[in-house]
């Protein structure tokens, strides 16, 4: 059974950084296709970021590009996304997702392509 349990949420002051991570089990970690996506209060959850199981491609959103970066360290199958420059509207539940047998340099940034979630975690920037 396949589990993503991600860390790293929490409460920062607009300007500041948080590190998020993302830990799967259940199934060999090297060639999962990875992504990280975003709900706000009252809106849809959005694609914020991904990275092929090759590790060699990723993809951003425009809202988070150049602030944001997505990276996996296949020896502790932990996903990350490194959130500078934070801003009030970076504000929402963060939610990592995984999905296996995609080709190993598609980047997925589709909710639909992803069969696994973890329960999300909170991230609140202040102004």
């Known amino acids: 059974q396949v589990q993503l349990v991600e860390s790293g949420g929490g409460l920062v002051q607009a300007g500041g950084s948080l590190r998020l991570s993302c830990a799967p089990s259940g199934r060999t970690f090297s060639t999962a296709s990875m992504g990280w996506f975003r709900q706000a209060h009252g809106k849809e959850r959005e694609f914020v970021a991904a990275i092929s199981w090759s590790g060699g491609h990723t993809y951003y959103a425009d809202s988070v590009k150049g602030r944001f970066t997505i990276s996996r360290d296949n020896a502790k199958n932990t996903v990350y996304l490194q959130m500078n420059s934070l801003k009030p509207e970076d504000t929402a539940v963060y939610y990592c997702?995984?999905?296996?047998?995609?080709?190993?340099?598609?980047?997925?940034?589709?909710?639909?392509?992803?069969?696994?979630w973890g329960q999300g975690t909170q991230v609140t920037v202040s102004s």
């Open positions: 997702a995984a999905h296996w047998d995609y080709y190993r340099h598609y980047v997925p940034r589709g909710r639909s392509e992803y069969a696994y």
